[in-house]
């Protein structure tokens, strides 16, 4: 059975329904702080509590037959992790450091990490392949470099194997439509656009226009969330056959500008986008692309949407019918 912690979020849920339909065996913990209790299947129990509760965490595998802990839970706001670091360093590192501890003192020994591109911090050289050095330029990012040091040393020590999946920008929904992203407040670009073409939003802010990029915006990677379930499935699998602990950067190798998504976007919710050009926000890199051929040739992972327009289109139907 794999403990999936964080299985209530955007990425976690989606995960947690891909696993069910590979024939797997889910138990989700979630504190709901930003998850969705109907964004876990019916059938599949959810645990309403927090990582960081050590008792909690000893119930949990002293009662479940746990084999592998696929590990979401954390917060994920660049911006808040600059005025509230504390906050970050406690929920992303500290308290993953106590489900680690629950995981030795049981003896399960798989783990397969939820890491991020912020990882690596301005880019040195783009596409960004696994030896791009790292160094965070926010707490969010050293949280999760913080785990990623802490995996290497307790693989060293304590033989626990790990695989870490550094995700460009997760985008999209379920494309039989049964969940879908829902942050709040939310942040992410496709998201806003989609809600501001229903009239909940008045209009997209464009941060950075003058960039040394085509048409002057940022330019991401966006990955399907089924394409990220697909990496996380097939990481536990590699674990559980006993392949090598490794860290692996997933996107889609294509860069789309802001005004691209936008326009994509536009396509199709069929309605024209409000956009108001603002400054540049601190931070933002010019271009963030993985390269992602290490994930291809080692896990055979193959996404399915390299194309923006079929991402789009599965997050505008979560957005015209969602429940949650
Ligand atoms: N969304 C992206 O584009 C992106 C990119 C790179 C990495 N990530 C990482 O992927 C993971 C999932 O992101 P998401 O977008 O699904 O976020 P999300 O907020 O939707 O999901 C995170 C879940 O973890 C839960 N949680 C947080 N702290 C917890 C705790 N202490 N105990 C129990 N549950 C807790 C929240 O309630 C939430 O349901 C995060 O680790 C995030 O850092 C996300």
Request: proline share 5%.
């Amino acid at each position: 059975m794999i403990l999936v912690t964080g299985g209530a979020g955007y990425i976690g849920s989606h995960y947690v329904q891909y696993a069910l339909e590979q024939g797997e065996q889910v138990v989700v913990l979630d504190n709901l702080v930003f998850g969705h209790r109907e964004a876990v299947p019916e059938g599949v129990e959810l645990i309403t509590g927090d990582m960081g509760d050590t008792d909690l965490m000893n119930k949990i595998f002293t009662e479940h037959n746990i084999d592998a802990v696929v590990h979401f839970a954390a917060y994920a706001y660049v911006g808040e992790s600059v005025t509230d670091p504390c906050k970050y360093y406690n929920n992303n590192t500290v308290a993953t450091l106590n489900v680690l501890d629950a995981m030795r003192r049981h003896k399960v020994n798989r783990f397969v990490f939820s890491s991020t591109c912020a990882t690596f911090g301005n880019p040195v050289r783009v596409p960004m392949d696994e030896e791009h050095p790292q160094s965070p330029i926010n707490p969010y990012g050293q949280s999760k470099y913080f785990v990623e040091q802490i995996l290497r040393a307790y693989h060293h020590a304590y033989g626990f194997q790990f695989v870490s999946l550094r995700y460009f920008n997760a985008a999209g929904a379920d494309p039989k439509g049964r969940i879908g992203e829902s942050h709040d407040p939310e942040t992410h670009l496709i998201p806003l656009i989609m809600q501001t073409a229903q009239g909940k939003r008045q209009h997209i802010g464009i941060f950075g226009t003058d960039y040394d990029t085509p048409d002057g915006t940022c330019i991401r990677d966006y990955i399907h969330i089924l394409d990220l379930a697909q990496a996380h499935d097939l990481a536990l699998k590699r674990l559980r056959s006993g392949g090598e602990s490794a860290f692996y950067n997933l996107g889609t190798e294509q860069g789309y500008s802001v005004r691209e998504v936008v326009s994509v976007c536009e396509k199709v919710c069929g309605r024209k986008i409000a956009v108001q050009e603002l400054p540049r926000r601190a931070g933002d890199p010019p271009r963030l692309v993985a390269s992602a051929s290490r994930a291809k040739k080692e896990l055979g992972w193959q996404p399915r949407f390299e194309n923006l327009e079929e991402i789009a289109q599965t997050a505008w139907n979560w957005e015209t019918s969602r429940r949650y």
